[in-house]
């Protein structure tokens, strides 16, 4: 027997060892383990961290960014409008030096089509006279283009005179001098542009100056010749209020 019990305690002793042997290495597989997640879990906190704090950096860059590019953008505008404003002074610094120059020395103008010369004191004569005509002073209107036309005869502004004279003569009731007046304007100046208004004037002259026949005349010519315009329609219903 005893011979026959040595071989079964060895066999125990080596399956404890063995058992022994393999709780260990688990329990430092666990261990290592432990660590492990440990470690895995403070890396991710760490990068997260440091991702809110880039994203933080980022975010305040951009912002300053942003606030750089509104106060750029708010000085190029400014730039932009003093450029605008200083554009305005010269052109109307140019305006006044080539108003004032008129009135020393001799232009060449176009005036609606008409081109030519003005004198000085010229322009301000006619505006003179027409400011008097849209103030409704008629009689001192047509005394101030009489005297426009007498005086510059050649004036690229005088069609506009003849224009408002005939205009101011029929408002006075002066037929027979707005009929010379306006016919002396469409011979002389048969393309301008005031032509199928001022025929619209003179056929109410010889309307007015109890010359059906020729006022009819006028009307029938103007739509006519001027088929599309707001003379034509006005001639329309004057011809049609003709008895």
């Not at 001799?106 to 322009?123: H, L, M």
């Amino acid at each position: 027997m005893q011979f026959s019990l040595n071989p079964y305690k060895q066999t125990l002793s080596r399956a404890f060892c063995l058992s022994a042997a393999l709780i260990c290495i688990g329990a430092s597989s666990n261990a290592w383990a432990l660590f492990s997640d440990d470690e895995a879990r403070k890396a991710i906190l760490d990068l997260r961290k440091s991702l809110a704090t880039t994203q933080l950096e980022l975010q305040s860059r951009i912002d300053k960014l942003k606030s750089e590019n509104a106060e750029l953008r708010g000085k190029v505008e400014e730039l932009e409008k003093q450029g605008e404003d200083i554009s305005s002074s010269q052109k109307t610094y140019y305006q006044d030096l080539d108003t004032r120059l008129g009135n020393f020395e001799p232009r060449a103008v176009t005036i609606e089509g008409v081109s030519g010369t003005i004198q000085p004191g010229e322009k301000k004569a006619y505006d003179d006279a027409l400011k008097v005509f849209q103030a409704g002073n008629l009689k001192k209107a047509e005394d101030g283009f009489a005297a426009f036309t007498t005086k510059y005869p050649k004036s690229p502004y005088l069609p506009l005179a003849l224009y408002w004279s005939g205009n101011s003569k029929y408002a006075n009731k002066d037929y027979v001098g707005a009929i010379n007046q306006l016919q002396a304007l469409i011979k002389k100046y048969p393309n301008h542009l005031r032509v199928p208004a001022a025929m619209v004037t003179l056929g109410n002259s010889q309307l007015e100056s109890g010359n059906k026949a020729s006022a009819k005349k006028t009307f029938g010519d103007i739509v006519v010749k001027y088929p599309d315009t707001e003379a034509a329609k006005d001639a329309q219903q004057l011809l049609a209020a003709i008895k």
